[in-house]
């Protein structure tokens, strides 16, 4: 472990990682345990806008992928390597410095968790929550919580590589700014 990251690092990436994906799998039960298997009549939960409507999906986020063969192993297998990554680098490259990243990494090893169980246990993954706007025609994926977890991540990752953290100017001393005689 490098030596400069602390045990709160370690606290804090598995309290958002283990906890993201419990909830995830925790809510995936109860949703396909409530309204059914794929195919079940969906229940509106804001109509015309938001319903729990079931879903098996083979491939990665918004079905990219699907049609590969053993797409589940393969995705799993992705999963695997994406969190060994994580995990050195946070932990080993020390990466864990920057809280923010660490919670971000934290949110993508959470989604990975939850959806890599459902592929390992599953063969494919649960989703559920559709969001759609009939109004205007606009018609999203079917995707679950841990779907969420990752691209939430991604966006905390994006917003930290675009910060721009301002130097200080160098302050002028006394001596400087006094004409020489």
Known sequence: ?????????????????????????????????????????????????????????????????????????????????????ILYYLFVYGGAADGWLTAALGLIMAGALGNCYDRVVLGHVRDFVHFHVDAVGFDCAIFNFADNMLVAGAIVIMLLAVRTEQPEPPKASLESSVPSA
């Open 1 to 85: 472990m490098n030596e400069s990251v602390g045990w709160s690092r370690w606290i804090l990436f598995w309290s958002i990682a283990l906890g993201g994906a419990a909830f995830d799998l925790v809510t995936k039960a109860i949703v396909f345990n409530h309204v059914g298997p794929p195919g079940s009549r969906p229940v509106s939960l804001i109509p015309n806008i938001l319903e729990l409507h079931t879903n098996f999906n083979r491939g990665a986020l918004w079905g990219f992928g699907r049609s590969l063969p053993n797409s589940s192993l393969v995705f799993a297998g992705l999963s695997v390597i994406a969190a060994v990554a």
